[in-house]
């Protein structure tokens, strides 16, 4: 097994700081924004963002947690067992509201487009935004394009790319692993 | 937290005596995550789009057929509804020709009420469907057992530890027997309270307390759980007289303000106001019994949504 590190430490704390400022010239005092991370794991990274958000501008942007288990296109699949649900909190309605999808990596899409599907549950959005720290690019399945990237990553399907964060994991780190035969 | 990836030991649900601890768990967890999505304004996920599910009542029914019907829906399956009492079964069609005809129109699960305790063990034996048991006789009623739990973790945070009375007809009730079991394997203590004739005469084999005071049952547990009186199953007289178990056996707000503890009052419906319980009590704050029919939803979404999950 081979891993090579892509961000850590100063870069990775300088990447969100940048994926902020790219936010914050889109949505200026994000009045009319909301953040939605998507479970589980992009939901360190909205709380990351929302955090960093409020020290660069001071406001407190609305962010909910959203889960997409019952809305995936895989369930019942051959080899695919249900997946658990994980919990959603998302207390505001979100009708007319600019919608940040936030997730840590985008691989094939697919859980975009189910996270995409979820949110009409809770109404209709002006505009709909996708954050992502990493994009695994050529690798989608279905047309779907984040419109804020933290890094861009080259791999193949065999490769996988983990995204550790300090809260859970100790240290904040992008790492991609390629397993050898 | 990370997702993992685990499934119901069981392809069927015919009974709580064949779910485990985790099964158990499981339900109640992916309940609680469908309750949230009935608060949504959209109140509905597309997880079972593709399969088709036929409710076979051959009993009659209120909340569960509902219950079920719109669990169904809320998760997008497609949805047939079958009442013994307007079909061909009273032209003398058996069990199986019955279900194999519904199954020929290409249906998945079957959600099944019959009269006869085993009707549900013995249609999985012979049809290739998944069955869920909506009641069978006096056997087992699995989810409104599990909607029960469910409700006393909403109020409680844990089952574990918990005392419940399940108090009334436990001879003909296929709730008390579900309700014992699943209380049990989630480490509750459960009592039984009734008339002597209406208390089984080998329940405490189960390990339940077994009590004939309604006073002393209500003064030892946290949550009463009081049952019908089933008239149409009882083909002897049990007892003398309504007014007469009423005396006994029924709940009213005297009794339980004489109490010198607060306890939580639950019903499987339907209730004989009156009867096992008065109105005041019914509707009051103590009694958690609408809440009961709310979860009744959320948790048959997470059981037909973890057996479709079991569909190869």
């Known amino acids: 097994m081979k891993q090579s590190i892509l961000l850590e430490g100063a870069k990775f704390q300088i990447t969100i700081r940048r994926l902020c400022q790219q936010l914050i010239e889109n949505h200026c005092d994000f009045s009319n924004a909301v953040l939605i991370g998507i479970q589980p794991r992009g939901t360190y990274l909205a709380k990351r963002i929302q955090k960093e958000l409020q020290e660069m501008t001071g406001v407190d942007v609305q962010l909910g947690i959203l889960d997409i288990t019952f809305y995936r296109d895989d369930f019942r699949m051959k080899g695919t067992n249900p997946l658990i649900a994980n919990s959603t909190d998302i207390t505001f309605m979100v009708d007319d509201k600019e919608v940040i999808l936030i997730d840590d990596v985008l691989w094939t899409g697919r859980t975009i487009r189910s996270a995409m599907d979820a949110m009409q549950a809770f109404g209709r959005p002006s505009k709909m935004e996708l954050l992502v720290l990493v994009d695994r690019r050529f690798s989608r399945q279905i047309p779907i394009q984040p419109d804020y990237i933290g890094i861009q990553v080259d791999s193949i399907d065999s490769q996988k790319v983990i995204v550790s964060w300090e809260e859970i994991d100790g240290a904040d780190s992008v790492e991609l692993i390629t397993e050898k035969k | ?312």
């Not at chain 2, 109640?28 to 959209?42: G, H, Q």
């Not at chain 2, 007809?169 to 203590?189: F, P, T, W, Y």
């Not at chain 2, 109490?259 to 019914?282: C, F, Q, Y």
């Open chain 2, 1 to 312: 937290m990370s997702t993992t990836i685990e499934q119901l030991s069981t392809r069927h649900l015919l009974g709580i005596k064949d779910l485990n601890e985790n099964d158990i768990q499981l339900i109640l967890d992916t309940a609680a995550n469908f309750k949230e999505v009935l608060n949504r304004p959209i109140k509905k996920v597309p997880s079972l789009r593709d399969i088709t599910i036929a409710n076979v009542f051959f009993e009659n029914s209120t909340r569960t057929r509902l219950s079920f019907e719109l669990a169904e829906k809320r998760l997008s399956a497609d949805t047939i509804n079958f009442a013994a009492s307007s079909s061909s079964v009273s032209k003398g069609e058996t069990l199986i020709d019955t279900v194999n005809n519904i199954l020929a129109m290409k249906v998945d699960m079957i959600v099944m009420r019959h009269p006869y305790a085993g009707a549900g063990v013995f249609l999985s034996k012979h049809i290739d469907a998944q069955i869920v048991n909506a009641g069978d006789g006096a056997h087992e009623h699995p989810t409104q057992a599990l909607l029960d739990s469910f409700s006393i973790r909403e109020r409680f945070g844990d089952v574990a530890g918990r005392k419940v009375a399940i108090i009334g007809d436990i001879l003909h009730s296929r709730v008390a027997l579900s309700n014992i079991l699943c209380l049990q394997k989630q480490g509750a203590e459960v009592m039984v309270c009734g008339p002597t004739t209406l208390i089984p005469k080998y329940i405490r084999s189960l390990g339940v307390k077994v009590e004939h005071d309604l006073r002393k049952a209500l003064q030892w547990c946290d949550v009463a759980n009081m049952l019908r009186i089933q008239l149409e199953r009882q083909d002897i007289g049990y007892f003398p007289s309504l007014r007469e178990y009423s005396m006994l056996y029924g709940l009213n707000k005297a009794l339980l303000d004489s109490l010198d503890k607060e306890i939580t009052i639950m019903h499987p419906g339907p209730i004989n106001r009156g009867v096992e319980i008065t109105s005041d009590v019914a509707d009051s704050d103590h009694s958690i019994i609408l809440d009961q029919v709310e979860n009744g939803v959320a948790v048959r979404m997470a059981v037909l949504y973890l057996l479709a999950g079991k569909r190869g």
